[in-house]
Structures are given as C-alpha cells and as structure tokens.
C-alpha cells in the first residue's frame, strides 16, 4: 500500500508564505497548463493546490493560504471535513456508480429526505439530483414550464444561473459568460432587481416589486409566466441584498397568478446566509428550490426541491441523467449534512457575519472607496466606487484582490461592473484566522489611498 493523505501530518491551520504567490512550481504548472488545457478556462489565483482542510490551502510550493472563497462558497464544512472524507472513502470503497435511473441506492433517497426536511416550508415535498447548479436550474424551468404549461421565465437584473445555453439565457452579464455564445434560449424576460445602494434612494422592497411587477405584466403577460426565477441574494452579480418585502411581494404575485416562484439557492443555500436557506429570513417558501455548492462538501451534487404536487407532475422518465445523484456524491452530502448539523454551522455562519460584517464596516467608514459594505451571514462584500460618487471602480478591486492574493489570503470579486470584493469562508474557519485574513483585506482596502 502506498501512504495516502491520512498518514500526513493535518493541515497547520495558519497563513505561512515561504515563496512568492505563485511560487516556482505553480508557474511551472501554469507553463504546462497552457500547452494542455482551453484558454478559455480561467483561474482567479495560479496557485496550485496540494492539499486543504479547514479555512486552509497548501500550494505545490508549500504556502499556506487562507481561504476566503471556500471554492465559490462549496466547502462551507471546510475542506477535507473528516464527516465528508469518510463517508465517501467508505461509499467508493463499495460502489462508486450504477446509475440512480438503472438500479438505485439508499444514499439518494437519503439525501431527498434531508432536502425534504432542511428546505423553507413545512409542506410534502420531492427532490430530483443532478451534478451541476446549472442543470439544477435547466431542470426548475423544465419542471415549471411542464407543470403550468406556460412558456415565460422571468430572471433579474445581475442575475447568475449558469452557463449552458438556458442559463446563459437566464445570466444577465454578458462578459465573460454570454459574448458571442447565443443564440440563446428564447422566453426568458429581465425585470429590473432590487439593488438599495443603485435604486433611487429609499426605495422599499415593496415597490421595487411593484416596479418588476409592472414590467412583467406590460411585457410578457401574467399568464404567460411559467415562473419567476430569483437568487435570493445575488452571488457572482454582486452580493445584491434585495430590500425587506422585496422577495415575499413576488412570491405573493406568483401565488396569485398561477406562476411558481423558485429561488436560486445554490450559492446561498445551507447555512451559508446565518439560516439554512436565505430565503428563511423572510419567511418565504418557494414553490420549487434549487440547490448546490455547499450541499456535498466539495463533490458535484445539485438538487431540484419542491412541491410535492409540482414535482410528481412530472410524467416517468422526465427528469434525470446518467450521473445525477452519485452515490459518491450523495455520501459526501450526508457528511456535509451531519457536520452542518452537528457543528451548528447556522450558528457559526451568524457569528463570522458579524465578525466581518463589523470590520469591514469600520474600513467602510474609513475608506472612500468603499461605496457600501453589504451581505448576511458568512456572505459578506464591499462594493468599490470612485471616491465620493456610486461610479463602480473594477480596477480599485482588482487591485485590492490581487493584493490579498499576493499576501496568501483568497479573496474572490464578482459583481455586473466587475467592482465588488467578496468573502465566502468555510464556515469552520477559526477567528484567529478570519480576522487575520481581514486584517490584510483592511490593509489592501486602505492602500488604494482612498
Ligand atoms: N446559480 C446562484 O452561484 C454558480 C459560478 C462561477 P454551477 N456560481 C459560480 C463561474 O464563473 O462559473 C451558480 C450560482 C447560482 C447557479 C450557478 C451555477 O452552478 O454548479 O456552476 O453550474
């Protein structure tokens, strides 16, 4: 036998640079790559990853970096979580496929039970997997065109649902997603979002539902809608808090108008927000959920959740895939499941919210650059203007990334004008950590000099 990971000393939960970032063997690496795989696949940080766990990644070189991405908010149980690590050694160990839609297995109907009792709302439910958020919401659409018999789709302004071709239709920011990707889906309408720091000032959630309301019924028709398709807090568009009485107003029109209101929880969903899903916050129940990321601890799983009635309208063999499900992959949501129960990472995703949410509100106050400093929960960004005026500034964060990055703390931007610095950490990552990792964000934000 050959030693394996387990025989390794754990992974010292601590920055520690002892190259440059990216030191010598990840440009090596990087050299390879070029020659081997698609330009057109990028990475925010060339620093390639030996080994992780917890709030921290080992690089080739031997840097430790922390972690303040969790892999776009996928590993909020931290990395190499010994609940996940085990349950999928043991499941590969037994089997590792035989295909959900040929002869099944306990671990999916496991998983759907958990998805049943976990997500908002106490009403009968049924799940169906699959491997990616974005065919997670190919298949809501699918579900909910079937079911109302209607063609209409409605998404939002900043809006982020995936990148095959109907959620390229569903995704509102062209570069680098869309240009010159189309044509794309037809019947999927914009209705403008609820965006406080951009909207005219004090403008409630109430009307700018109203607002998205009144776009939808002048353009596509109530009765044309399928559904209405929302993140409840917008990930890669830019950590876009909708005002309070913003989302219950469009569940409330869907109910009203024989729609299906879904929410797009794949980034904010299990326990990333402070709640189990962001849409607990304000008591709003979807008819139908999508989920992904964070539900298997770093193992391509994804889930379509809802109304038993909407979903089991589906005639046999209408939804499914050759891989949907996985046994593997189900294991490891089970452990992600178990350890997010076990550790109260609800609890702790409402701590390290606070944590952050009150330093970076002090860099806010100091800084000029920093237009707003918004989120909820371990889902936390501050939005970078020209000093006094709401212009989005790329470049200002741009520079306070690559700064972080250079100073081995992960950082990810996102946002429509490419301007908003966010954190997403693993929710097990010790304070200590978080506020050193803070530490150097602050100092970044404070060199633009702003
Ligand atoms: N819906 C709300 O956040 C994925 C994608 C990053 P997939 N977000 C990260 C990138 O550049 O590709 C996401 C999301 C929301 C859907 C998706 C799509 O999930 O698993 O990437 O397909």
Redesign the pocket.
Known sequence: MTATHFDEPPVAQRRQLVTEIPGPRSRALEERRRSAVAAGVSSTLPVYVERASGAVLVDVDGNSLIDLGAG??VVSVGHAAPEVVGRVTEQASRFTHTCFMVTPYEGYVAVCEELSSLTPGAHEKRSALFN??????ENAVKIARHVTRRPAVVVFDHA?????NL?MALTAKNMP?KDRFGPFAPEVYRAPMSYPFRDPDQMSGAEAAARAIAAVESQVGAENVACVLV?PI???GGFVVPAPGFLPALSRWCTANGALFVA?????GFARTGDWFACDHEGVVPDLI?T??ALAGGM?L?AVTGRAEVMDAVHPGGLGGTYGGNPVACAAALGAIAAMRDRDLVGAARRIGELVSERLAKVASSSAAVGERRGRGAMQAVELVRPGTREPDAAAAKRVASSCHAAGVVVLTCGTYGNVVRLLPPLVIDEALLVEGLDVLAGAIDALGA
């Open positions: 776009i908010a990616s958020g974005a065919e997670a919401v982020y649902h995936g990148r095959t959620t997603y993140e917008q990930g890669e797009d929880e794949i980034q904010t999508t992904a990321k391509p994804a």
